[in-house]
């Protein structure tokens, strides 16, 4: 499980999202969450699955690793299917199960939610994070959060640690599943017993961790130092964020996108479609 989760890796390419202004993409991932938590309708829930699956192909990024990126995330999106499936009730059930009674409302509500989290995750994080790389995040972070220097709000700060923070989730990853071989070579169980156990079993797994994390923040601040760095003040940049025409287009199909979702949910309502 820990090989699978790809949170914060970048893939170089050559695709039209790669080529995007990370500004615009930030945007657009916004922009893309409003339209995900607009759909309430089979109509809306469609073209969003149209949608994802269209960024995916542009993003050129193998669907093997899309899926890989999704394994993390699997537990919470199937026990939130499973409340919804259980906990919508409808006029006419679907069947009985003893005590359990379940509705066809449900189970298009357990596969709605489904759709909205897998779309989530994808279109707002994993394609984002897959196609810019950290430095071009933190520009972006930084340009689009800099009005609020105004009201002295450290932005460069900001921005530098959350795309520190995202660059060492893949590193703290491949320490923990080295501390997990060395502590397996030595013997550990850490799949055996019931859930308790289980969890003090990771103790001599946390504790090298943290040692090696605050190791590793400590010599990436006196790295740092060693180059002069003092914070975004006076601070000048080797690549400058350039927006062209293509950016634009993205961002007006992405509102176009949005509005389109919206009106769907009306025509939904308008033909009695769930």
């Keep these: ?87 919508v009730q409808g006029t006419t059930p679907l069947f009985v199960l003893g005590p359990i009674t379940v509705y066809p409302e449900g189970v298009a509500g357990a596969i709605f939610m489904l759709i909205r989290i897998v779309s989530l995750v994808i279109g707002s994080t994993l394609l984002l994070t897959y196609t810019t790389s950290p ?15 105004l009201i002295k709000v450290p932005v460069h700060e900001f921005a530098m640690m959350m795309t520190i923070a995202l660059r060492f989730v893949p590193t703290l990853v491949t320490e923990t599943d080295k501390i997990i071989c060395a502590q397996k070579a030595r013997g550990a169980d850490f799949e055996s017993g019931n859930l308790i156990q289980r969890a003090k079993a990771l103790i001599p797994v946390l ?15 006196v790295a740092m130092e060693c180059r002069c760095y003092r914070g975004g003040e006076g601070r000048t940049r080797m690549k400058s964020l350039h ?3 293509s950016d634009f287009a993205t961002l007006l199909f992405f509102l ?19």
């Excluded at 089979?42 to 960024?55: E, P, R």
């Excluded at 504790?207 to 601040?221: K, M, T």
């Design 256 to 274: 176009g996108a949005a509005v389109g979702l919206f009106f769907l949910n009306t025509l939904s309502n308008a033909l009695w479609l769930y």
């Design 1 to 87: 499980m820990l090989k699978d989760i790809t949170l914060g890796q970048y893939f170089p390419g050559k695709s039209l999202l790669h080529t995007l202004d990370a500004r615009v993409k930030l945007v657009c991932a916004l922009v893309y969450i409003v339209a995900v938590f607009l759909c309430f309708s089979t109509l809306s829930y469609a073209a969003l699955l149209l949608l994802t699956l269209g960024l995916i192909l542009l993003s050129k990024i193998s669907v093997k690793v899309i899926l890989k990126g999704l394994k993390p995330v699997v537990f919470i999106a199937t026990f939130t299917a499973i409340i919804n499936l259980f906990w």
């Design 135 to 149: 430095m071009a995040l933190t520009d972006a972070m930084e340009r689009l959060l800099s009005p609020l220097k």
């Design 207 to 221: 504790i090298p961790l943290f040692v090696s994390a605050f190791r590793r923040a400590d010599e990436l601040a």
């Design 243 to 245: 927006t062209r025409p």
